[in-house]
């Protein structure tokens, strides 16, 4: 599909939007280590975690524009965790400073 222009999505989260893929469905399923899912939810608002889904959010959106030669739409509907709004608004921006940027804890969209 090297000819698509506009991309939407819906994702519960943002955890989809990323090579980042937690061990929490599976754990969610069986019902168990409670504890362990609270204390790993917890420790997605660290800096370090906000950090590393903001650089691999950054590359694989740099995959999808660079395989998407006339690519110049993208609009993600999701839960982002308030944390995470202005470090993806800062790494689009950086990104791709000459395209219009619009980051909400409801919705992440780039215009190229």
Same mark, same amino acid.
């Given at each position: 599909m090297?000819?698509? $222009? +506009? %991309?939407r %999505? !819906? &994702? @519960?989260?943002?955890?989809?939007? +990323? #090579?980042?893929? @937690?061990r929490?469905y599976e754990?969610?399923?069986?019902? &168990?280590?409670? &504890?362990? =899912?609270? $204390? !790993?939810? &917890?420790?997605?608002k +660290?800096?370090? #975690? =906000?950090?590393q889904?903001? =650089?691999?959010? /950054? $590359? ?5 524009v /660079?395989?998407?030669k *006339?690519? +110049?739409?993208?609009?993600i509907?999701? /839960? =982002?965790?308030?944390?995470?709004? *202005?470090?993806?608004r %800062?790494?689009? $921006?950086?990104?791709? @400073?000459?395209s219009?940027i619009?980051? *909400?804890?409801?919705?992440?969209? %780039? !215009?190229?």
């Amino acid at each position: 599909m090297p000819h698509l $222009q +506009t %991309l939407r %999505l !819906w &994702r @519960p989260d943002d955890f989809p939007w +990323t #090579s980042i893929q @937690p061990r929490y469905y599976e754990a969610e399923k069986s019902n &168990r280590n409670l &504890r362990l =899912i609270l $204390q !790993w939810l &917890r420790s997605l608002k +660290t800096p370090k #975690s =906000i950090a590393q889904h903001v =650089i691999v959010f /950054e $590359q694989d959106l740099c995959q999808l524009v /660079e395989k998407l030669k *006339e690519f +110049t739409f993208l609009d993600i509907y999701g /839960e =982002i965790h308030k944390e995470k709004v *202005e470090p993806y608004r %800062l790494m689009a $921006q950086t990104r791709f @400073p000459n395209s219009r940027i619009n980051v *909400e804890v409801s919705r992440f969209r %780039l !215009w190229l």
